[in-house]
């Protein structure tokens, strides 16, 4: 909720989605009551969810026969995008992509059961680990996600690894086929997701293909009271 150029930031990524062609129904999951009230006060729609959710995608999964009616379609072909409410530079164009790759029969990637964006990252990013990094195969699927740069290059300096290979960022947007969402409770624990604090990897961990698509460049997600001013110096300042 908080102010960027006027208006809350999350208004400004439900502004964003709006714009993104393709998408049957957009909705607020939340279980906040001031977050609900506004949400609807700008006239989009919005879902109660439980307090006891851990992650963004544990609340989609705790609603999903919600989503999947709003979407009007069967589960299994219900695409149920998950973007963070912090993310107030989104580029619709992302879940355009999104959508289309779900919905070509000819695409190898068509019905996968989770599709996200990674872009290629500068020399500069590969080791951070505020910057999370994906080691994807050949085909485009995630081999795993990390906090730290993947592949490891033997015998070099880090700061030369980023001339033998390409470095792939994730932006934090996912594609869920829905019945992966109604699954989610019976995922096992993640070892690796809880060491990283990365909820993707309970996805890695119980087997399920997770399909990247390349994009131009990350949508900055204000995670920082840092970030938040780099935001609002992008954006520009309050009317």
């Excluded at 919905?103 to 068509?110: R, Y």
């Excluded at 990094?133 to 980023?162: E, M, Y």
């Amino acid at each position: 909720m908080a102010d960027i150029a006027g208006q809350p930031m999350l208004r400004h990524v439900l502004e964003r989605c709006s714009k993104a062609r393709g998408v049957a129904a957009l909705l607020t999951c939340s279980d906040s009551t001031e977050v609900l009230t506004a949400v609807r006060g700008w006239g989009f729609k919005a879902l109660e969810t439980s307090q006891g959710c851990c992650s963004g995608s544990e609340r989609l999964a705790s609603v999903v026969e919600e989503l999947v009616a709003a979407g009007g379609a069967a589960t299994e072909h219900t695409l149920v995008i998950n973007v963070q409410a912090d993310q107030p530079l989104l580029d619709p164009t992302i879940l355009e992509k999104m959508i289309a790759l779900a919905a070509d029969a000819n695409s190898t990637e068509v019905w996968v059961p989770v599709i996200t964006p990674v872009y290629s990252l500068g020399p500069e990013k590969i080791h951070d680990p505020n910057v999370v990094k994906v080691l994807r195969s050949s085909d485009g699927r995630a081999i795993t996600f990390s906090r730290s740069a993947l592949p490891h290059v033997r015998d070099l300096n880090p700061d030369q690894w980023h001339r033998c290979t390409t470095y792939w960022g994730h932006v934090g947007i996912y594609g869920y086929r829905a019945d992966v969402l109604a699954g989610w409770s019976e995922l096992p624990p993640s070892t690796m997701g809880e060491l990283e604090m990365l909820e993707q990897l309970q996805l890695i961990e119980a087997g399920i293909p997770v399909a990247t698509f390349s994009v131009e460049k990350d949508c900055l997600s204000v995670d920082t009271l840092a970030q938040l001013e780099q935001a609002r110096a992008v954006m520009g300042p309050s009317p």
